[in-house]
């Protein structure tokens, strides 16, 4: 069998050598070569032609951003970055997905991680995940219908909508993994700011960088997006992303009102949050009508929570396409159990959404 073949950039010489000791701990990955920055690395995918690039953010001369521009505009090659768990790790990840980049790491301890053979098996797997990607799927540019950002002030003005969701008893819930922060992106900002039911999202990420998707998603959407937090009531026009770490449910209390809860239950389907987590306690849910989606991802979590949504919710259930999601497994999971009433590329999520949400 062919061997996957990895080119491993990192500024640190000892980050060097340790990601290519575990990677080629695994008999399916051969490290081609190794490169100390941004500008090396750009030379040397020219020059091997690697099948997958890990890649730090924290590096001289060219970063990592700056170089992972410039590898997907001029030689596109399935990138995973590593990165560190400062506020700003998380927000420079979260550009890198934007940019381009399949799926990221984070480093355990910062920069020069003394412990990174405990994420071992997280990167042998993702690397293998990401010889699999179709780079024409994650790196389209992103299109927003309603407006272009090009600085601070030009942000959409988001008026306050302080009602409470359960007087529309319309809810929508969105589970999504590898690829998913872009998809988020194309179908969250095609929102009008008059999208009323809130929304409920899960993608996997680890703690540290859901609240930067959040913070990045508000600044470029209508509705307002936040990272959800235990304990607070449900309000109208807001999606709420699950933290890392930790499961979201939605339940309803005794006076009726949608109320979130967080858990540290142990992780299902090897994801904690899990799709199938809040799809199923939404499921439980009387008398609301329930549109719900699961988009781009690895393995099928959220098939099952989604077969009980429509099982016990009147509403309907999505599925991205094969054409446009960057790995069709989670998409391919609902609909090999035919619990998916529509089929639809990522571009037309948004809209699918809206008109059975009316």
Do not use: W
């Not at 991680?113 to 997280?122: R, V």
């Not at 872009?182 to 039911?197: C, G, I």
């Amino acid at each position: 069998m062919k061997k996957i073949n990895v080119l491993v950039v990192d500024d640190s010489a000892f980050m060097r050598k340790m990601i290519s000791n575990i990677l080629t701990s695994d008999e399916e990955i051969n490290v081609i070569s190794t490169a100390k920055n941004g500008k090396e690395a750009i030379e040397k995918i020219i020059q091997l032609k690697p099948d997958v690039v890990t890649l730090d953010i924290e590096m001289p001369l060219l970063n990592g951003l700056e170089a992972l521009k410039v590898i997907m505009k001029d030689c596109p090659v399935p990138i995973i970055m590593l990165s560190s768990l400062t506020s700003e790790g998380a927000s420079s990840t979260i550009t890198a997905l934007e940019y381009g980049a399949v799926d990221f790491i984070p480093k355990p301890s910062g920069s020069i991680s003394l412990d990174i053979d405990t994420i071992s098996e997280q990167l042998i797997k993702k690397v293998k995940i990401a010889v699999t990607v179709n780079l024409k799927k994650v790196n389209p540019p992103l299109k927003t219908r309603h407006f272009s950002i090009s600085k601070e002030e030009d942000l959409p003005i988001k008026k306050e909508i302080n009602t409470m969701a359960n007087h529309f008893k319309k809810i929508v819930c969105i589970g999504t993994s590898t690829g998913g922060p872009r998809a988020l992106q194309e179908v969250l900002t095609n929102f009008p700011e008059d999208f009323m039911p809130p929304i409920f999202i899960v993608q996997h990420m680890p703690a540290g960088f859901t609240n930067s998707l959040a913070v990045r998603l508000n600044k470029l959407s209508k509705i307002h997006v936040k990272e959800a937090e235990n304990g607070e009531y449900v309000a109208n026009s807001t999606a709420y992303i699950a933290p890392g770490g930790y499961h979201m449910k939605v339940i309803a209390n005794h006076n009726h009102n949608l109320i979130i809860e967080l858990t540290e239950e142990p992780a299902q389907n090897g994801h904690r949050p899990s799709v199938d987590v809040l799809f199923e306690s939404i499921s439980k849910l009387v008398n609301y009508e329930v549109t719900s989606a699961i988009l781009t991802g690895m393995g099928s979590d959220g098939a099952k929570g989604m077969k009980l949504i429509k099982q016990h919710c009147k509403g309907t259930t999505i599925a991205e396409s094969e054409e446009t999601s960057v790995v069709f497994g989670m998409p391919k999971a609902a609909v090999l159990i035919n619990t998916v009433d529509e089929i639809v590329p990522i571009g037309q999520v948004a809209d699918t959404i809206i008109k059975h949400s009316k």
